[in-house]
């Protein structure tokens, strides 16, 4: 038998929405952690998306510390992050969206299935 529920929504290939950002040397030192070496500008993309998601550096550091591969080319997309924080803005207020992202740095890797998650559709 085949399933027949909801089909995820994935994330159209365009480029990326950010510019790079130059990583911090905390940064570098997470990303050198990653088995895989990726090329700078990827990473920079990465970094960039991350903070223009939670609003500062400090706060992105912060995000990357807890959960490393969200700054991960293989696992994390840039676009599929700022979409995750539109969704998570669009269904609870700015404060709470950025709590959400600051406890759980991997929601931002959801994109659109986000909105059919069974979180919000009981909200």
Do not use: H
């Not at 950010?18 to 940064?27: C, D, E, I, K, S």
């Not at 979409?83 to 950025?98: N, P």
């Amino acid at each position: 038998f085949i399933q027949q529920g909801k089909k995820l929504k994935v994330m159209p290939k365009v480029p990326p929405k950010v510019r790079g950002r130059r990583l911090t040397p905390q940064a570098v030192e997470i990303t050198s952690q990653f088995k895989k070496e990726y090329p700078q500008k990827d990473l920079e993309i990465l970094w960039a998306a991350l903070v223009a998601c939670v609003g500062s550096e400090e706060i992105a550091l912060e995000a990357a510390t807890q959960n490393p591969q969200i700054l991960n080319p293989s696992y994390t997309f840039c676009n599929t992050m700022l979409e995750s924080r539109r969704i998570l803005q669009e269904m609870m207020s700015t404060e709470e969206a950025l709590e959400v992202m600051r406890l759980n740095p991997a929601v931002l890797q959801c994109g659109p299935s986000l909105a059919q998650s069974m979180f919000f559709q009981t909200r």
